[in-house]
């Protein structure tokens, strides 16, 4: 099953989705991490289409196909406004929502803004502060954007030997080439590093626990039970899950034998997140 692209003209500026499942469906929509792109959901959105789902995957602005805001115009609660803008234009009054990463942060920023609105909310790998020794893997892997490359099997095989975004052949290597644009002289990817480095100087001025209490409606976090990269830090931590889990009645978490790109592909995730949206309570 493909998506479809679709180009929203919201008020804050055009907006790229890619959607799957039939029209009909009850919707749900996907918000990637910081530097990702609405292919990250592939794997999760293929599995809800399957089901009868309309998925709605977007594109950030800065990220894909969607174009950078103006300055100033960055942050978690710029991209909450997005996704509810997107949502009212697509006709849905309410909708369920999955975030990753960054995506988890925006998608809590929006279940805040406008609770009646969402009906389930699933956080995959992104409730707080990551672990210390996580941070300088994300970091590094900004610094592949705003370069030319001279093919996109040379961009493509420096990421891969970093060891993070897997599986690779069936999940990332797609991603990754959704992003890139030809250039002079080879090919670059089309995300913005000036939006992602906003977006990281805002989150650090940021504190999602302030989100926590307000989460009133069913919440799933879905956390890799496997660091970022062997000899580094969890993007959620144990101790942060049980923050988390403690201060969110209405929550529940899965605990998912992959990294924090391999959970959006891997199989109990894939299930875990199918079952929640299907249900009518937490179990």
């Known amino acids: 099953m493909d998506a479809v692209a679709v180009d929203l003209r919201l008020e804050a500026g055009p907006l790229r989705a890619l959607c799957m499942g039939p029209d009909s469906g009850a919707p749900v929509f996907c918000v990637p991490g910081l530097s990702a792109n609405a292919r990250s959901f592939d794997a999760i959105s293929a599995r809800l289409a399957m089901r009868g789902r309309r998925v709605v995957a977007l594109d950030?602005?800065?990220?894909?196909?969607?174009?950078?805001?103006?300055?100033?115009?960055?942050?978690?609660?710029?991209?909450?406004?997005?996704?509810?803008?997107?949502?009212a234009k697509l006709g849905y009054a309410a909708f369920d929502l999955i975030g990753h990463s960054m995506g988890a942060f925006v998608s809590m920023q929006a279940a805040v803004l406008q609770p009646e609105r969402i009906r389930r909310l699933v956080l995959i790998d992104g409730v707080g502060v990551p672990e210390p020794a996580a941070i300088p893997p994300i970091l590094a892997g900004v610094?592949?954007?705003?370069?030319?490359?001279?093919?996109?099997?040379t961009y493509c095989d420096q990421i891969r030997k970093k060891g993070m975004a897997v599986p690779w052949e069936d999940h990332w290597r797609h991603h990754y080439l959704y992003d890139l644009e030809a250039v002079a002289g080879g090919v670059t990817p089309r995300t913005s590093k000036e939006a992602v480095l906003a977006d990281l100087a805002y989150g650090a001025g940021q504190n999602a626990k302030l989100f926590w209490p307000r989460l009133t409606m069913p919440v799933l976090l879905v956390r890799a039970a496997q660091p970022i990269l062997p000899e580094a830090g969890f993007i959620v931590g144990s101790a942060l899950r049980d923050d988390f889990l403690a201060a969110v009645?209405?929550?529940?978490?899965?605990?998912?034998?992959?990294?924090h790109f391999g959970v959006m592909a891997h199989e109990e995730a894939l299930q875990a997140i199918d079952d929640f949206l299907a249900g009518d309570g937490l179990s």
Not at 143 to 153: C, F, W
Not at 249 to 259: G, I, K
């Open 60 to 87: 950030l602005r800065g990220r894909g196909f969607s174009p950078a805001a103006s300055p100033g115009t960055s942050g978690w609660r710029a991209h909450a406004l997005d996704v509810l803008a997107a949502a």
């Open 143 to 153: 610094q592949r954007l705003g370069v030319t490359y001279p093919s996109a099997e």
């Open 249 to 259: 009645p209405s929550a529940q978490a899965v605990e998912v034998d992959a990294n």
